[in-house]
């Protein structure tokens, strides 16, 4: 079998869909157009910081370029922005680690 170098194919990223949606397969997403930031040099979630709270892992949001803490925080940001922003899509900013989230349509992304 021909492994190709250039696929974004992660072993890891198909785990966390089907745990996290139940979908092996990648769903559809009209939302990819918003997509505009794909990286940021923040590493902190400001609105945990002012409050002095703890998170666990950060999001980016691709229409704004808005950190935030994820789902498993105490505070969930990048949820709170979504319901106030309406921007869709979030991506991980952990290290190793590059999907994306839709939360419109609730889908597991993988970066194009
Ligand atoms: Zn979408
Ligand atoms: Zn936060
Ligand atoms: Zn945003």
Redesign the pocket.
């Known amino acids: 079998m021909k492994i190709n170098s250039k696929s974004r194919f992660s072993l890891k990223d198909l785990l966390r869909r089907w745990l996290w949606t139940g979908q092996l397969r990648q769903k559809d997403c009209t939302h990819r157009a918003q997509v505009l930031i794909q990286e940021t040099d923040l590493y902190e979630c400001r609105d945990c910081l002012a409050s002095g709270d703890a998170w666990f892992h950060l999001r980016l949001?691709m229409?704004?370029g808005?950190v935030g803490c994820c789902e498993n925080s105490k505070n969930k940001h990048a949820l709170t922005?979504f319901e106030h922003?309406t921007?869709p899509i979030v991506r991980s900013i952990e290290p190793d680690e590059d999907w994306m989230w839709c939360y419109a349509d609730e889908a597991f992304l993988s970066p194009e």
């Open positions: 949001c229409a704004c808005y922005h922003s921007h």
